[in-house]
């Protein structure tokens, strides 16, 4: 099943003969067709409007043979050990509708056209794969932005309808947060709904966790003073992608609201107002920290990461904040600690003045990306008659992308 | 419960008598005993063979009095919307344990220096507690090595003695590897010693998977043929942390073998010895990709990371590599696809010189940090009276990080 044989490395006559049939393969521009030719480590795609270049190594990696692709795993099946990164074709023909190499150690290899556009290494075909298909790209938003862009989704489309599933979780990816409504008031909704998904994320409170006020808590989410914004869990280092929060009874007091901040839009203000403070979130690594007891086990869990997290690509990838859950070391010279915290305390201005206040009903769910919005809950006070209670779960984001991914495709 | 004076700015006339102070509260060297005095923005504690410096804001933003910490949750419960991150002391006494700070607001603070002293930003005290307290150093292992790195433990023992378990979680977190021996025949054995730590990992394969050759496979780790050297789900964001694969029928064929290799072995020596070849494999981010259908769900999984993987301080925090599931969408200019190849095929050349090999017997479990090791397993032939088969599961290591910490607590 492993294509074993080793093969040979790259020859220098090789190129030359590749080099001459060129000639002989290119076609006129004239007449539009597409002509290909190859250079020292490139075959070149020459069409109308545009040029794709596909390095030899690149097309040998991903030859899809039988020998070398397994197409009920859809994987690459090429003993990599033994994989010559030099090798060459010795011949290139374009048909209709592929490319037709014969390798320098004679192995044959067949490229549909439309597959070899869609990996094509033009800058502008990347970033539209990258955006359309890696990952949809985020649209951040301002408090005055936060009506516009809060879709509401039925319970019942999204249990039934795929088309309705994934316009939900493009609101989610793109924006971040979600109104689901008309909500089965049974605690097993958020399961039904993540179960759609994929499953929920379990944690050290649990699959479904409900938040209501609780005497003795080890958590200040289980008090029913006002919960300042953060973000859930940022003490894990896999922390939970996304969550829903079930209003089952919601407080007939004053308070209880939510209040949601698009951390990507806060941070952004940052960057382009105040780089060294930005410099200083993005740099200082802090200690999040939760210790706790859930059903008798105790558990110590700790995740250093900056306020704002950034990928390769300088793009934020993740925001923790959670005033209770920020412990007390910091892993900065003692030089770094007030610049530090005035940069926090310009975070922590920011994400109030762009809060937006949301106070669910009863039968609906909120749902929001913990990687990137803070969320917080204003005070509220139950009686006997009337205590609030909301079921929540989590779901990450490696099910969610897959989600969309098949449902895009189906 | 929640702070929420807005405390007073700072002021110039504080600081100077604040510095006034300052003459009074320091006590002479000599006596051995330790001193403290206050500048602009720090308090200095000055013991016989060391000083430690504590920023106010640090200090004030750590208050451990019931207004401002909360014990039950072991949280901060300042209000942090109204923190003042420019208030100074107006009084500082040092008493026999303690560092008492009266604040310009007229709030009171006491420090234990015990706890301040956990907490010192001097530079050795810090790396000394990330190293032991955060987080075990890992210690890096060439294949030579690899004997007398990997160590034994009887499952009963980990199942009923907290200090067995604690010593096996410090071998996987250090060495990254470690054999669990006389494993009960079970399909739920790898449960039960998860349930030690804390819980099975779910992935799109469910909990516990079953590794045994299976006809038309969606996955080539079903195969019996020889599976390459590789980490597993590399396409997640939050991939696996740590494989149990419980053997609980091995092949009589020659082969069945595990392969282990020490990815930080590995990529400290290209490292040292290609800094070219390490630089494009931390930078160009590969597209790791599966799509597959379990129990009737499809699923398409995605994820972009280099091979290599640093944190911010530029320790290798993932290895990602299976050829199998390296995908065809390279996100990299076209000029820097070859370079990358080379670079690859060294890393992988040196994975195979630095695997060692490990056939395990029926009723042994081996466990690996799948974020930093390599395995794979040679070809093996199956007969109808001998199937092998071996039952896996993963666990995370926010789960095995905070077992640790509540471990060497208790």
Not at 271 to 292: H, S
Request: proline residues 3%; glycine residues 4%; neutral net charge.
């Amino acid at each position: 099943m492993f294509l074993t044989k080793k093969l040979s490395s790259s020859i220098s006559k090789a190129i030359l003969s590749t080099a001459k049939r060129t000639n002989t393969l290119r076609r006129p521009l004239s007449d539009d067709k597409p002509t290909i030719n190859t250079s020292q480590d490139f075959i070149h795609l020459q069409e109308k409007n545009s040029q794709h270049d596909f390095p030899h190594v690149w097309l040998r990696d991903n030859c899809q043979c039988e020998k070398c692709f397994h197409v009920e795993s859809k994987s690459r099946i090429i003993n990599w050990k033994y994989f010559d990164v030099n090798t060459k074709p010795s011949d290139v023909q374009l048909t209709k509708d592929n490319i037709e190499i014969k390798w320098d150690d004679g192995h044959l290899s067949t490229f549909n056209l439309k597959w070899l556009h869609e990996r094509s290494f033009n800058k502008s075909d990347r970033k539209n794969y990258t955006e359309n298909v890696y990952k949809l790209k985020k649209k951040q938003w301002s408090k005055n932005q936060f009506d516009s862009i809060f879709k509401k989704f039925k319970y019942d489309c999204l249990i039934n309808e795929n088309e309705e599933l994934k316009r939900w979780l493009e609101s989610l990816s793109i924006y971040g947060v979600a109104l689901v409504t008309d909500v089965p008031s049974s605690s097993d909704s958020c399961r039904r709904l993540a179960s759609r998904v994929e499953f929920i994320k379990r944690t050290h409170y649990g699959e479904e966790f409900e938040v209501k006020a609780k005497p003795g808590t080890t958590n200040v989410a289980y008090l029913a003073s006002n919960l300042q914004l953060h973000t859930d869990l940022p003490y894990y280092e896999y922390k939970p992608g996304t969550n829903l929060l079930h209003c089952i009874t919601q407080s007939n007091s004053s308070g209880g609201e939510n209040l949601l901040c698009d951390g990507l839009h806060v941070a952004d203000q940052i960057r382009r107002n105040k780089p060294a403070n930005y410099q200083m979130l993005t740099d200082v690594q802090v200690e999040w920290e939760d210790y706790g007891e859930e059903d008798g086990n105790k558990f110590h869990s700790m995740y250093r990461s900056p306020v704002i997290c950034l990928d390769k690509n300088g793009d934020v990838a993740r925001i923790n904040y959670s005033t209770p859950q920020r412990g007390s070391h910091l892993d900065v010279s003692v030089d770094g600690v007030k610049p530090w915290y005035e940069s926090l305390k310009i975070f922590t201005d920011l994400i109030h003045e762009e809060s937006a206040h949301y106070k669910m009903s009863e039968g609906e769910m909120l749902c929001f990306d913990n990687r990137r919005l803070l969320h917080g809950r204003t005070e509220y006070s139950d009686t006997d008659q009337n205590v609030r209670r909301v079921i929540g779960a989590y779901v990450d984001w490696d099910f969610i992308n897959s989600r969309l991914r098949v449902l895009n495709n189906k």
